[in-house]
């Protein structure tokens, strides 16, 4: 699979990240040298295998129902380049 | 001097008051004012918090405690988050970004009475292995080549400013992650240890997450032993993270005089990677050697998917990322750049944040999970990690630990190595087979190349099973006699 | 499939069918959050419920929530759905300004419910059963405002990772009827066993409507999603807009495409949402800070031992033991409070009368005054104390009506109002005897109609003994004493 100019533009945009008309030549060019190098796996024989999704071989523990955490919107907040109020501010979205 | 001490060492000096904690601080605060701007490995110098620890140090030493990491001044690789102090993650998307939480792993550290010198520089969320993706500067490592001088030699990455300050002596010890080899491999380059320990012994809550099923935290030292003190404060089960372990922690520093007597030890036949240098095949026999003079049985094993270790890795971890670093979007933290609308804030702030591997990373990410793509990228990818697993698996079933290099190469120059970033990724060929599936691996220094520069053996454990790994480690440690200087050290440096 | 209520749109060339599901997202009644500590109350100060783990700050992990947990399995339950011993966490990717960490915990491809149904009741007794696909446990975004300034949305994340179930119904409802039947009987149930208090207003019980139209007999076409509605009216509303809209693409020779679309209730209208555009690449993985979901089998087992008693079982005992008609016990067991009512009210009583009096007197008199079932002004055992006395012939029916209105106007018991009144029935034959033969003697013309064949006269002099008598003369003497008298006994 070799990626096109308009796929890179794609993924860009799925992941939000502003990239020039400039820049995706080069782009489209690194990312399909690692993507042909890792065709590689296409060579492993799969068949039968279960997915292995982490390397914690365990189940997962549950807490108890308490509230432990919140109460401190000033400590939420403290990092947050525009605040008004209790509130983190972005430019208005339109649904 | 002070600066040249191992931490054992320091410690024992400091329980009989051979010297005081703000001395042992304050030599190292003073070695990373000369050497920090030529090493560059610290992002943020905390000497002001860290002689205010060690004056409590020394009152506490006074009254009698003895927790373990009394008085001794560790650098903190700048991906934990630290109550207060700045954390970059290498990245210009943090900002300004100071957590109001202290990482469990760093919070063990302080319980166990560490000081903290500093933040450690890396790459850019921990992607690279050369420690020149990162926002504040690349880190020079401390070791010069003989033949040409002049090269500045990278440290290796991820925690390259952990390693290089460890190897250059502005710190006793530091904290490391290693998600494909982002300890072992810098610890390799900068002839020290370091160690990986299996996924869940340390928490990973507090740490700036890159690949939350690989990453895992470490520790690097100038010994083994070292290493094994270090790491038995930060592991432990922290019920904050549902990957953490549930297990008691052992005391690795006992396994270290274990021994290697009677122990099997494997040697994959694939890590006989093609071009890899002779120096290497020779050090690497050596230790299988040494290991066999010590009363260890040498036994040949086959971990045949070790080849597909690296493609794996290299769409598991960009996937991960690419979901783990939605979260820097210019809201709630760190960098923003305006845009018109949501979307060009979003887009602004993240083409300004990210740097070009992050960026290249992210996309990869995003390409093997999106539509269309995933059955043929990711998914096929956990399969094959499945049969990485269950190579570990089987060859577990026959030896104890197994002996491998922990790089392809000695430490390279800046600007080597950079065109190609596949190039720069098979850097980790050897270490990332140990991440994919979970298992203990450490890189021990066991020689010098023919250009006078520190090459590392890797020994890989079976799940939680660290201590067999620092027995074999502290074994070649002792056989090896390693005792080889970096060139930019305390007191070197006006000799350079 | 049962027929339902053969509901059907005509369009300017012919009928069309509705096909509807709903998928239902139920916020679980739980202290904490699921994935944090942070408190999940509504209407908390901007801010104040959130963690760092809720606003997405790097190096903070999930934690599940047991509780949270044990609501999805016993609302599993309830739903008679399968429940998954193994199920597992993803993460949707998207980014939104309300959704900090970029992607919202979910469970996609590995639920921890599965395939179950829900009866519904609609218009003439019929029931139907909708096919439930599945219930999963995820994340709930932040709440974005958008009119607090002109050129800004403000966020507020307290809303951010609680509970939600989101309750996939198979495509079987065929009008806006049963879609409304079908959220209003979702809603009791959660209700009954206490995972969510179904609040609509408050968002904690929101849907997204999934419409498509057909010929009869067709196979399903394009199906458009209009999410988040919140109250079953809009929800009933928006499946009529949404059919009629697509039938008016299909009729002009166009071609409905699958979107994200909103009802815009001032306008009765759906429209495209533009938030939405990569809503078909969401990049679902296996969430690598979870581990899979292991339910141990006695667990689940208890939670199903600790299940209320449903409406739908409930309905049928109180139908099969009370005799009860469908109606009428469906009604009855709507809300768990109303249940409740009736079954303290019926215990050891005349079970009919005591639903006639609910479903009559009582529900008119909770109407009348605003109240509610669980703030009602007259209680279970004020009521039945009141139905005692009629058995006991203390009083009459008729009576009884008045002094029910007295109780609700006073709040006082019944015996204190009848002894104040002097309401009590009259049994002494003289007395009855003595209105009769007084009725009698002032209608000599309809005493001589009546025996000569108008018998239907007998509910006259009934009436006018009772009103002689002011209402208390009990029923059953009054009709002995009136036949006596006819009949020429004297
Ligand atoms: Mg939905
Ligand atoms: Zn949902």
Redesign the interface.
């Given at each position: 699979?070799s990626?096109d100019a308009a796929?890179?533009r794609r993924?860009?945009?799925?992941?939000?990240?502003?990239?020039g008309e400039d820049e995706i030549e080069g782009?489209r060019t690194?990312?399909n040298?690692?993507?042909g190098?890792?065709e590689?796996?296409?060579?492993?024989d799969?068949t039968g295998?279960?997915?292995?999704?982490?390397?914690?071989?365990?189940?997962?523990?549950?807490?108890?129902?308490?509230?432990?955490?919140?109460?401190?919107?000033d400590?939420?907040?403290?990092?947050?380049?525009?605040r008004?109020?209790?509130?983190?501010?972005?430019?208005?979205?339109?649904? | 001097m002070l600066t040249d001490l191992t931490l054992a060492v320091a410690r024992a000096g400091l329980a009989r008051r051979d010297f005081s904690a703000t001395e042992l601080t304050q030599a190292h605060v003073d070695a990373v004012e000369a050497l920090n701007p030529t090493l560059n490995a610290l992002i943020t110098v905390t000497a002001d918090q860290a002689l205010a620890q060690a004056r409590a140090a020394d009152a506490a030493l006074a009254s009698g405690d003895d927790r373990p990491l009394l008085g001794l001044p560790l650098a903190i690789k700048d991906l934990f988050c630290t109550k207060g102090v700045r954390t970059t993650a290498g990245s210009r998307i943090l900002g300004?970004?100071?957590p109001?939480y202290e990482s469990t792993v760093t919070a063990n550290l302080l319980r166990d009475g560490a000081v903290f010198l500093g933040k450690a520089n890396l790459d850019e969320f921990a992607m690279g292995s050369s420690n020149m993706t990162s926002a504040y500067g690349a880190v020079v490592n401390p070791w010069k080549r003989r033949q040409d001088a002049d090269a500045v030699l990278v440290p290796g990455g991820s925690s390259g400013g952990s390693a290089a300050a460890v190897a250059g002596r502005i710190a006793l010890g530091a904290t490391g992650t290693d998600t494909g080899g982002s300890i072992r491999q810098p610890a390799s380059f900068c002839g020290i240890a370091g160690i990986k320990p299996t996924?869940?012994r340390c928490s990973r809550w507090g740490i700036v997450a890159f690949a939350?099923?690989?990453d895992q935290a470490g520790p690097f030292a100038r010994t083994v032993e070292d290493c094994a003190i270090l790491l038995r404060s930060m592991a432990g089960h922290d019920?904050k993270d549902?990957?953490s372990?549930?297990r008691p922690v052992p005391d690795f520093a006992a396994a270290c005089a274990r021994g290697v007597r009677g122990l099997r030890i494997g040697v994959p036949r694939e890590y006989r990677a093609d071009g890899m240098p002779g120096e290497i095949e020779a050090l690497w026999q050596q230790g299988l050697a040494w290991l066999r003079a010590e009363g260890a049985e040498i036994v040949d094993v086959s971990l045949p998917?070790t080849?597909?270790g690296l493609?794996?890795y290299?769409?598991v971890a960009p996937a991960e990322a690419?979901s783990n670093l939605?979260r820097y979007?210019?809201?709630?933290?760190?960098?923003?750049a305006d845009?018109?609308?949501?979307?060009?804030?979003?887009?602004?702030t993240?083409?300004e944040g990210?740097g070009e591997e992050v960026?290249?990373r992210?996309?990869?990410g995003?390409?093997v999970l999106?539509a269309g793509?995933y059955d043929?990228?990711y998914?096929?990818?956990?399969?094959?990690?499945?049969?990485i697993?269950r190579d570990f698996t089987d060859a577990f079933a026959q030896v104890d630990a197994l002996l491998t290099p922990t790089a392809p190469s000695a430490a390279f120059a800046q600007g080597e190595n950079m065109d190609?970033?596949?190039a720069m990724y098979l850097n980790d060929v050897f270490t990332v087979p140990a991440s994919?599936?979970?298992v203990p691996a450490m890189s021990v220094p066991a020689g010098l190349d023919g250009n006078g520069l520190p090459l590392g053996l890797q020994i890989i454990g079976r799940?939680f099973d660290e201590e067999t790994v620092f027995a074999v480690a502290a074994a070649i440690e002792r056989a090896a006699g390693f005792d080889a200087l970096p060139a930019i050290r305390p007191g070197a440096v006006a000799a350079e | 499939m049962d027929a339902g209520t053969g509901y059907t749109i005509e369009g300017a060339s012919g009928t069309w069918e509705v096909v509807i599901g709903l998928e239902v997202h139920a916020q679980v009644i739980?202290?904490?959050k699921l994935f944090?500590?942070?408190?999940t109350a509504f209407g908390a100060?901007?801010?104040?419920?959130?963690?760092?783990?809720d606003?997405a700050f790097p190096g903070m992990l999930p934690?599940?929530?047991?509780?949270?947990?044990a609501q999805a399995v016993r609302t599993g339950l309830g739903l008679a759905a399968q429940i998954n011993l193994v199920s597992?966490f993803d993460r949707k990717n998207y980014?939104y300004?309300d959704l900090p960490a970029g992607y919202q915990i979910s469970q996609y491809e590995h639920p921890i419910v599965g395939q179950g149904t829900i009866e519904i009741e609609l218009d003439g007794g019929i029931t139907k059963s909708i096919g439930i696909t599945r219930l999963h446990l995820e994340q709930d975004a932040g709440k974005?405002?958008?009119d607090?300034?002109?050129?800004?949305?403000?966020?507020?994340?307290n809303r951010a990772g609680v509970a939600l179930m989101e309750i996939v119904s198979e495509p079987d409802l065929r009008s806006p009827e049963e879609a409304g039947a079908y959220l209003r009987k979702l809603r009791t149930i959660l209700r009954y066993l206490g995972t969510c208090d179904g609040n609509m207003e408050e968002g904690s019980m929101r849907a997204d409507v999934n419409v498509s139209v057909r010929r009869p007999g067709e196979g399903f076409r394009t199906r458009c999603e209009v999410k988040n509605v919140n109250s079953v009216r809009f929800v009933m509303q928006a499946v009529e807009a949404e059919a009629r809209r697509q039938i008016a693409v299909w009729e002009e020779g166009g071609t409905v495409e699958q979107e994200t679309r909103?009802y815009d209730v001032a306008r009765g209208v759906t429209r495209s949402?533009?938030?939405k555009e990569?809503a078909h690449?969401y990049?679902y993985f296996?969430d690598?800070d979870?581990?899979?979901?292991?339910l141990e089998q006695g667990w689940v087992d208890a939670l199903a031992a600790g299940l209320p008693e449903l409406p739908d079982a409930k309905k049928r005992r109180l139908m099969a033991r009370h005799g009860l008609s469908a109606y009428d016990a469906g009604v009855l067991v709507a809300e768990q409070a109303t249940a409740d009512f009736y079954e303290r009210l019926a215990a050891g009583r005349d079970a009919k009368l005591a639903a006639n009096w609910m479903l009559g007197d009582f529900f008119a008199a909770l109407n009348r005054t605003g109240r509610t079932i669980s703030d009602p002004p007259v209680s279970a055992a004020q009521l039945g104390a009141l139905l005692d006395l009629i058995a006991d012939a203390t009083i009459n029916g008729r009576i009884a009506k008045e002094v029910f209105e007295a109780m609700v106007e006073t709040g006082d018991d019944p015996a204190a109002i009848i002894d104040a009144r002097g309401l009590r029935q009259v049994t002494d034959t003289g007395a009855i005897d003595a209105a009769v033969a007084a009725v009698l003697a002032a209608n000599a013309d309809k005493v001589a109609d009546y025996r000569g064949g108008k018998e239907k006269l007998f509910g006259f002099f009934v009436g006018q003994v009772m009103k002689a008598m002011a209402g208390k003369g009990n029923p059953a003497l009054v009709n002995d004493v009136l036949r006596r008298h006819l009949a020429g006994g004297g």
């Open positions: 699979m990626l796929t890179v993924i860009a945009s799925l992941a939000r990240i502003g990239v782009l690194q990312l040298s690692i993507l190098w890792i590689q796996l296409n060579e492993v799969v295998i279960a997915p292995l999704t982490g390397a914690a071989q365990m189940a997962l523990k549950m807490r108890d129902d308490v509230v432990t955490d919140g109460g401190d919107p400590g939420v907040l403290a990092n947050a380049p525009e008004a109020g209790d509130f983190f501010v972005v430019p208005k979205v339109v649904e | 300004p970004f100071v109001p996924y869940g939350s099923s690989l019920p549902s990957t372990a549930d998917h080849k597909y493609a794996t290299y769409i690419s939605a979007d210019g809201v709630r933290f760190g960098l923003r845009g018109g609308d949501l979307r060009e804030l979003y887009e602004h993240r083409a990210f960026r290249r992210v996309l990869i995003t390409y999106s793509y043929a990228y998914l096929r990818a956990q399969k094959v990690r499945a049969l697993l190609d970033p596949v994919m599936a979970g799940p | 739980s202290n904490a944090s500590g942070a408190a100060a901007p801010n104040t419920q959130v963690s760092f783990i606003a934690v599940i929530n047991r509780e949270c947990v597992r980014f300004a974005s405002l958008h607090q300034h002109p050129s800004k949305s403000y966020i507020d994340l909103l949402m533009r938030s990569d690449d990049r296996p690598p979870l581990l899979p979901l292991v």
